[in-house]
């Protein structure tokens, strides 16, 4: 989750709602977000299971995913980190809640979670609750946010939550690679 880094698209796609319109807005997708967490969190594993996915293979497909977000973050192109500018009017769901929100390695990583540490379930409620806690809070002063650091710093911000995020999906990416070379050398 990259709630620093959302704050500028937030803000573009939702700078033709009304003010108070848009702290709904926000919240509503905040809440489908959490929603979809949950329910990848809760039966990711037999998601897995049912489409025959392995660990590794997950793991990389979210580390690539992450990849191509972070260096949209880190490199602008025309039409926003997400395609956005192609969306008219009020979001919904889709690209706010889903995948800014709930992307796709937080996705993959909650049904990883749910796969490998299946007992630790309720430990795992608890970190999505937080993250997401942070995520609205961080989401919800986004307009503040913006007075206070200006587009500059939004951007200097963004851009270096996708180096961050770099990092990390080169390392999902390496952990999923060992984990498959290591199955595969047995």
């Known amino acids: 989750m990259d709630p620093l880094g959302n704050i500028p698209v937030f803000l573009s796609l939702l700078k033709n709602v009304d003010n108070r319109r848009r702290i709904k807005v926000i919240l509503r997708e905040l809440l489908i977000a959490l929603v979809v967490m949950f329910v990848f969190l809760f039966f990711g594993s037999y998601f897995l299971e049912a489409l025959q996915l392995e660990q590794p293979a997950v793991k990389m497909a979210g580390a690539i995913v992450l990849l191509i977000i972070a260096l949209r973050m880190i ?5 926003g980190i997400m395609g956005e500018d192609q969306y008219g009017g009020e979001p919904f769901i889709v690209p706010l809640a889903i995948p800014l929100i709930a992307g796709p390695s937080t996705l ?8 490998t540490e299946g ?3 309720w430990l795992w409620t608890l970190v999505v609750i937080g993250a997401w806690a942070v995520t609205s809070a961080v989401l919800l002063a986004s ?3 913006y007075k206070l650091l200006k587009e500059r710093g939004l951007l200097a911000t963004e851009r270096l939550m996708g180096m961050i995020l770099i990092m990390i999906a080169v390392q999902m990416f390496f952990s999923g690679l060992a984990v498959f070379l290591n199955i595969e050398g047995h």
């Open 119 to 121: 007992t630790s379930l």
């Open 108 to 115: 993959a990583t909650l049904m990883l979670m749910a796969h």
């Open 75 to 79: 490199f602008p192109q025309a039409g």
């Open 143 to 145: 307009p503040l946010l």
